[in-house]
């Protein structure tokens, strides 16, 4: 062997895959999601005001956050939607969000009417900062809605000074972050509502849903009305007389008695998922030209997926090289997360939300350059997906599969 040679051969120069083994996989559902579906059937009625699947979801979900007040619907971006609505946000508003997010988090913005606004990211938690976030602020600003991306906190201390400063209510979109905590509090009860999302791929799923927090029982009465067509349903009765704009955004107990049944697996999936994710880690720091996902300080994330960012000149490769040298070794890579900031997205630069008519948004425009920070994380981050079901084996193996191709691209270069 030449002595120049790397002793460890990637995949993609000819070598072994690192992965040997297939990834840890566990069933979700099983005998608990049966019989809360069987008890929700026996009900003769899936219609929440008038069986208990979503009301006992609500009380367990209020309980283990420490907030008086849970309220379910049918899905995460609806979630956020009844928050906003709660909070009186109309045409014309503004409000300051992130650019690396779901469309869930930016769609119940304009079906207000009212105007996104995206403020930059940290380089290294991929969460809001602060200072940009202050400096988007005017007059028409009502809300900041922060996203925890990947189950890591935003600096919500920060961001609530600044709120209670600037008169403005503070979202949390927690659709990523079950079970995350900042200050050794749930997130979702620092801001004024948190927002969570029970589609398949959240770390606890009923096929699709959503359940949202809060403190406020003024906001708490809102919020049931915004999910309900602004009717209210007391007890036996149901009051036709709506005073504002909502749709009909109800959980029914199908969708409740699967949470459920999924509500006491959260602490074992999270506490999971974090040990691998903080071990992997570990294995990594110090690795040259990449740089680990720091999590928040105060925060303990509870990893919805592990982004990592390469620095492409000292690495000798740009993220879709080192994404596929990983795909090679048999890991779930994937460069680029959702490829471009939202704002770069059509319906932004061109502003087609609606076929016709005015929009508010109109008068703002859109497109590369809005949040240099945000831009660079999409153009050099790698994707794992993280399962909380992955063994010791696939930590060592993952591990080692960074390592070797992280090596052979440094050696590579200039060659
Ligand atoms: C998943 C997600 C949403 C939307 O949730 P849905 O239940 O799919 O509507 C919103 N925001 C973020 C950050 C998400 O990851």
Not at 128 to 147: G, N, Y
Request: with cysteine; net charge negative; hydrophobic share 40%.
């Amino acid at each position: 062997m030449n002595a120049h040679e790397p002793q460890d051969l990637p995949a993609i120069a000819g070598g072994e895959p690192a992965k040997r083994t297939p990834f840890g996989r566990e069933k979700r559902y099983g005998e608990e999601e049966l019989q809360q579906l069987r008890e929700a059937l026996e009900q003769g009625s899936l219609f929440y005001a008038h069986g208990n699947k979503v009301k006992t979801l609500e009380q367990q979900f209020a309980q283990m956050n420490g907030v008086p007040y849970a309220i379910a619907c049918s899905s995460g971006t609806v979630g956020i939607h009844s928050a906003l609505i709660a909070t009186g946000l109309s045409p014309g508003d503004e409000v300051i969000t992130a650019p690396i997010t779901d469309m869930g988090s930016v769609i119940p913005i304009l079906y207000q009417g009212a105007i996104p606004v995206f403020a930059d990211l940290n380089p290294h938690t991929y969460t809001l900062l602060p200072e940009s976030v202050e400096a988007h602020i005017t007059s028409r600003t009502r809300a900041v809605l922060a996203v925890h991306l990947w189950g890591n906190a935003c600096d919500l201390h920060a961001l609530r000074d600044i709120c209670r400063r600037h008169n403005l209510w503070l979202i949390e979109d927690c659709a990523q972050a079950f079970g995350c905590r900042y200050a050794s509090e749930p997130v979702g009860t620092i801001g004024d509502i948190g927002c969570f999302s029970l589609n398949e791929f959240k770390h606890i799923s009923c096929g699709d849903g959503g359940i949202v927090i809060t403190r406020n029982e003024t906001l708490a009465r809102r919020l049931r009305l915004a999910t309900d067509k602004c009717y209210s349903r007391e007890p036996g009765v149901t009051q036709r007389n709506p005073t504002f704009l909502a749709n009909n955004y109800r959980m029914t107990e199908l969708q409740g008695a699967v949470a459920l049944a999924q509500l006491p697996k959260l602490e074992g999936i999270v506490a999971r998922r974090r040990r691998w994710c903080e071990a992997l880690s570990e294995r990594l720091r110090g690795l040259p030209s990449i740089s680990l996902p720091q999590p928040t300080p105060g925060c303990e994330p509870s990893w919805w997926f592990y982004m990592l960012r390469v620095v492409p000149g000292a690495l000798g490769a740009d993220a879709d090289a080192f994404a596929e040298a990983l795909r090679a070794e048999g890991l779930p890579a994937s460069a680029h997360y959702i490829g471009q900031c939202v704002y770069e997205y059509p319906i932004f630069t061109n502003h087609s939300a609606f076929e016709r008519g005015t929009h508010a948004y109109s008068t703002r425009s859109y497109g590369k350059g809005l949040c240099p920070f945000a831009e660079a994380i999409l153009d050099t981050c790698v994707i794992l997906s993280v399962n909380e079901a992955y063994t010791e084996t696939d930590l060592e193996e993952t591990a080692h599969a960074i390592r070797r191709v992280v090596c052979w691209f440094r050696q590579c270069k200039g060659a």
